[in-house]
């Protein structure tokens, strides 16, 4: 049964909805609201990129939507997220504005980061949200890290670690989740297995291929999910944030998706590492057509309600380019800002 | 002679050398399949085969060791950083097996191997992504230093640096790539540890190396115009430096500005500050003085960035100050 | 006032600050049941429990990460490398991570973390482990660099650095462990970026850190007998460095001689010659001199190990050298 | 059956003596000489330390000598080795003369490393044995590119790659073990299980502890034997070799075993962090010891004739004291030499 709060429109799904997992319409509808926001969000992104407001690299989530949306509605506000530079729909997913979002990667003074992070780098300490980070594997010990700090304080929270398939090999995944084993630190490790590290496909780079079994190097619960599903990403979920919550003990989840664009923005959809025939079988299973399939089939929504649903998110979208747009860049002494702080405790 | 981006000076320095020794390969991620992040490889997986052009896992801290291994067991190895960025996790690599094996093991076991990739930053890559490694890695005892600044340079270096049976890091840039220049198809070498004369002049002398000699050269013409004239010294090799080349420009010029890409303290234009006073004391008419990065992590917002990136205006203010200009 | 050793002078700061704030937890490899590899916790996991003591696996890297995440989430980390030469696994956590959050995520987290254990050479351990990184650490912005000499300072930068809202780079010696001074009980801090003067003089400025301080000393003490004397500064902190207190020295002596332990290409020295140049430039009556390690990697050779090593010696020639005396 | 070449008296098991898994008369006394001898100079090694001969961090190998002894064994001349600090047994295993090791631990010029490696560094190109190493983990990836290089050229080499069981836990076992399985390398990971990472007990540095299970994550064969069994050593590595030779396949093993001494000279044999009974315990299964009862029970050697072969040993190791006390030290240019080479290729 959904608990979740009554939500302002225009309002994405909060972290502190704590929707448990069910089928209720509400939560249905959070949850297509809030992948179809990433969804829209990120189809702009593009066009901007394109015309230079956005630049450095940039790597769009689209297509895996199911696994931000899905793992991020189970938890509460005091909970903590990490990911990779392919940040920008967890960052919606947990509640940050599109106008904070859209603001950083037009690098303006009112993103997330006040512009200084950019794309891969987007940070929110109200959320929770430890960032975006540029080096594969390194955020995977940093996540050990909170959890410990949360077991070290005695805290119930969970520290939930989103990283690529390929990230399962280097030696920082290895370590981090010895350790979080080994003292037993709450921390959700979640794969998201779209099957490439850029123009490596993970057959190519990993000696086995059902991934999540490298879990029992660690002792650790493990398992894999169908992340085009956000129905079944939640119930896996839900699963592993109550291991960790009970007695820390941590998650291996590997969540099987698809990237439905190239590695970033210059890299090509398909052709060089992967076939068009591939990326369009693929996209048959889209998790936001998926869920609205599986939600007008119940009754719960009508394909009027999702244009509307859709036409109110494609204004925010807007919105927060204009606000981006008109959004200026930090003036120029905060170069030399932020890079140590004066105080001392 | 035909004249061809730096890329494809590379790509011809790689192809060329696999063709002349068999025991050359090349690995790194995307090197294969993809033909390289930057495309410095494109071919090479088709011509060669994929024992010598081999993808890697995403672990620099492995796969520069199995480079190392490789080379212990009588193969030439060319590591490829996708960037020297990630380089920071395979350091203990080059630093405490490929710059000591030879003298941990008496003299037993050279180390032929190069490590290369684009050094420095790009535009808009963040703090993580724009980062510059020549000072540190010129402060190893056993390896070699190599930045080129043009595809000449890029080619016959790296040919250089393939043969040498010694550890080379080979730094190369992103936004060098596109740049182009003639380049020779015949079988030549630049080599390792020799400075070339960019421009000649009388005035002051710029010290620099890899993209900020093209810095550098602007500044001499800029300069140029209100008839003062540059010594433009092209470090080329940072390890070991040709301190006699900078010794006698300035020598000769009395002045020296040194442009580099990376931060200040303790960077690569802190040592040429200290073998100039020390060799060109009795000679400098003024301090010399540094054009680097600004001493912070790289902002994302553009205009933060370009503030805080070594250019022309800052090249131009360090040479009139050295000549006290105003 | 109790004198103790500099290993007792660590070991009293660590269990004060412990005391003092209990987000303050040591981590490291054999910090807890085995007291440290070189003793320096000694009775901290009897006092504060495995929670606050924590031993880790060999996984530098991964440890050091554990540390980022434990600040970011609002504790004090400690961590303590065995030595500073496994650090080298470490650093893409320390510089990627540690160094630029603040900065990538727009000022909103702050780094409250000390990373320490012993640099520098001890006696024939060989190459892999006798390495001193001080100028690699004091390239990088975001970081702070602190190398106590004397246990009176190792307990007041280990303090101050324990209480810095900043990431701490702290280098201690092997060989100074069992060095002794005088150290207070009481509550006092040595503020981190000051240098000291630890000695007094007219003709020559030396400028060391950390052990080789102790060399800088006594070359003043030798050279006093021929009635020279020696302005000693203890840079005590390398990042930033108290540029006011060098260059305020040398403009009284015109000489200046820097002695450190590590390797000489973009070395400490390198950056502190930079700064004599362009801030004395016309004070200066000779080039500055540098006292380091040979160009090489660490011998195990007893004899050779010795003649690598910057010492007294080599320090007084280039006293001599300096005042022009042979 | 033992094909063993008649071997010299005096002169260690050679790397080509092509010992076959077997239980020969031959071949046994090949074994029990190896190990005597890693024994006895190692003894002298604790002496030559206490009296200032030796400096440095010094790795006693006491206590595991059938591994070092019965993998090698079976090696030929053309195979390789890496190992960690800890390296005298396995130099000697291989063939180095004590001689030149001894002259090593001195600093001498005529140690295998002309003086300048150590003892954490020893180091014979002729025997194929690429070093000792003192970063823990750092040679894993060196041996796979070992691995590499071998399947580049076409051979049928191998190399075994000495570890400690705390090595297990480091990111460069881990990387390094998914690509020698992913492409097929011929390797030996041997994990020399001495139940201690210097004073950190494998229970409290590893979540799992039979240890050779982390191969599952790399689908490498893998297995658990009995350290202190020469003979269980031999059969477990012949089957990998043949593994390796055959198809370049990798091999795990964990050989489970027990450090006699400290972990250095300058750790205390028990203490701290193991308990008295415990060394007692496990020195009742002494490697030399097990052997020789076993070979004496089939009447394939008496007392008398081991005596006699630990006199040879003895005066064996005594010369090489000898030899390294007039071995002199390097000359001062020497400092500045191997650093680079002039040569080009
Ligand atoms: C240590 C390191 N090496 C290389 C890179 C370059 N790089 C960025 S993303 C990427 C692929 C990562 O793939 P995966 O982990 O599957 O995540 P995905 O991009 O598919 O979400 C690579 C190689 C990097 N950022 N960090
Ligand atoms: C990367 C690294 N970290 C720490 C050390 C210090 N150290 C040397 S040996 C050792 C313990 C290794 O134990 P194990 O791998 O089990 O091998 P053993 O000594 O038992 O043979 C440690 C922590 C090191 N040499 N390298
Ligand atoms: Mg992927
Ligand atoms: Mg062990």
Known sequence: MSTAKPRKKGEPVRADANVAVGTSAATNRDLLYSMLLQRRF???????????????????YIGQEAISTGVISLLRADDYIITTYRDHGQALARGMTPRAAMAELFGRQDGCAKGKGGSMHMFDKQLGFLGGHGIVGGHIPIAAGVGFAIKYRGGDQVIVCFMGEAAVNNGAFHEALNMASLWKLPCLFIIENNRYGMGTALERASAIHDI????????????????????????????????????????????????????????????????????????????????????????????????????????????????????????????MEDILVETTS | MAVITYRDALNMALREEMHRDDRVFLMGEEVAVYQGAYKVSKGLLQEFGEMRVVDTPITELGFTGVGVGAAMAGLRPIIEFMTWNFALLALDQVVNAAAKMLYMSGGQFPMPMVFRGPNGAALQLGAQHSQ??????????????????????????????????????????????????????????????????????????????????????????????????CDVVDLRTIRPMDVDAITASVKKTSRCVVVEEGWEVCGVGAQVVDYVQRHCFDYLDAPVLRVHQADAPMPYTKSLEKAAKPDLPKTIAAIRQVLYLD
Not at chain 1, 281 to 292: C, G, M, N
Not at chain 1, 294 to 312: C, Y
Not at chain 2, 138 to 144: D, M, Q, V, Y
Request: charged fraction near 30%.
């Open chain 1, 42 to 60: 990120e189809e702009r992104v593009a066009e901007m990129y394109a015309i230079g407001r956005i630049g450095g690299f940039c790597h769009l």
């Open chain 1, 212 to 335: 999540y079994k490298r879990g029992a190097s660690y002792d650790m619960p493990r398992g894999v999910v169908d992340g085009q599903d956000v129905h079944a990403v939640r119930a896996a979920t839900e699963e592993a944030i109550d291991r960790a919550r009970t007695d820390g003990t941590p998650t291996l989840l590997e969540i099987r998706t698809y990237r439905f664009m190239g590695h970033s923005m210059s890299d090509a959809v398909s052709g060089t590492y992967r076939t068009k025939e591939e990326l369009e079988h693929y996209l048959k299973r889209d998790p936001i057509a998926l869920h609205r399939q599986r939600m007008e089939e119940a009754g719960e929504i009508t394909p009027a309600d999702v244009a509307a649903m859709d036409e109110e998110i494609k204004k925010i979208v807007q919105d927060s380019i204009d606000f981006a747009e008109q959004s200026p860049e930090l003036p120029l002494e905060a170069l």
């Open chain 2, 132 to 229: 510059a490694w020549e000072s540190w890695l010129a402060h190893i005892p056993g390896l070699k230093v190599v930045a080129p600044a043009t595809p000449y340079d890029a080619k016959g270096l790296l040919k250089a640096a393939i043969r040498d049976d010694n550890p080379v890091c080979f730094l190369e840039g992103e936004m060098l790539y596109n740049t182009k220049g003639e380049v020779p198809d015949d079988d030549y070498i630049v080599p390792i540890g020799k400075a070339e004369l960019k421009r000649e002049g009388e005035h002051v002398t710029l010290v620099s190396h890899g993209k900020m000699v093209l810095v550098a050269l602007q500044a001499a013409d800029q300069m140029a115009k209100e008839g003062i004239t």
